[in-house]
């Protein structure tokens, strides 16, 4: 069990509303991630960070931000949600402090519905 | 740049049949390669991983060889079992990099 917990596990909203996501750690890892998972596309990198307050974007980070004022976590806004973002969120933690290849742990993920 | 190409599902198998699941990579230098599970309503979990070329990975019976000549790393095992109907990812990361790039993943039934 590497400790992350995903809020809320499921959502349903309304097209234009703004949404946040929560990723919290219990270990203290320095590595944390934001994906979407999507049919056909896998898992798409959103925004990581490397730190508090350091962040960096992803492949599809348009219509998202995060935000890391602690360690333990990691939230990302969708400003104003729009039905292209209804997707299954997960974060992800990477243990290490360097910036070597170590595994992701995922969070059970939340699932996002935009009306 | 870096990317990985996994083979498409859905697979259907009978249980004990052989699974091979193809995974190719595109990336400079010496990446780092995975193979991630996902089971129904769940998250990934890593199933294993090569860190050089000609590593093997294994792990639950399943095996990788990180093949740089053929820029492969392909999932196999001898004898699938129900239990291991889930949705498989073939991922790398640089190791002076911060982020891991995925395949498309590859859904996998086994049928009892």
């Known amino acids: 069990d590497a400790g992350i917990t995903q809020s809320p596990r499921h959502k349903v909203t309304e097209t234009g509303t703004p949404v946040t996501l929560r990723c919290h750690q219990t270990e203290n890892h320095r590595y944390m991630y934001w994906y979407r998972q999507d049919p056909g596309h896998g898992l798409r990198l959103i925004h990581y960070s490397y730190g508090v307050k350091d962040t960096d974007k992803g492949e599809v980070s348009d219509g998202y931000s995060v935000s890391r004022s602690k360690t333990e976590d990691f939230l990302l806004t969708l400003e104003s949600a729009t039905s292209s973002q209804t997707s299954v969120y997960f974060c992800a933690i990477r243990p290490g402090q360097g910036a070597h290849t170590g595994e992701l742990f995922f969070g059970e993920g939340s699932r996002l519905t935009v009306l | 740049g870096n990317s990985v190409t996994q083979m498409e599902g859905p697979v259907t198998l009978s249980e004990e049949a052989f699974l091979t699941i193809n995974c190719t990579y595109t990336?400079?230098?010496?990446?780092?390669l995975f193979w991630y599970v996902q089971y129904p309503g769940e998250g990934l979990q890593l199933l294993l991983k090569a860190t050089k070329a000609d590593d093997k990975g294994s792990n639950k019976g399943f095996e990788a060889t990180y093949r740089k000549e053929t820029t492969s790393f392909h999932l196999e095992k001898g004898s699938v079992q129900v239990s291991d109907s889930a949705v498989y990812f073939c991922?790398?990361?640089?190791?002076?990099?911060?982020?891991?790039?995925f395949g498309t993943g590859t859904s996998l039934t086994v049928i009892p």
């Open positions: 991922a790398l990361s640089q190791n002076t990099g911060n982020q891991f790039y």
């Open positions: 990336a400079t230098g010496y990446p780092s």
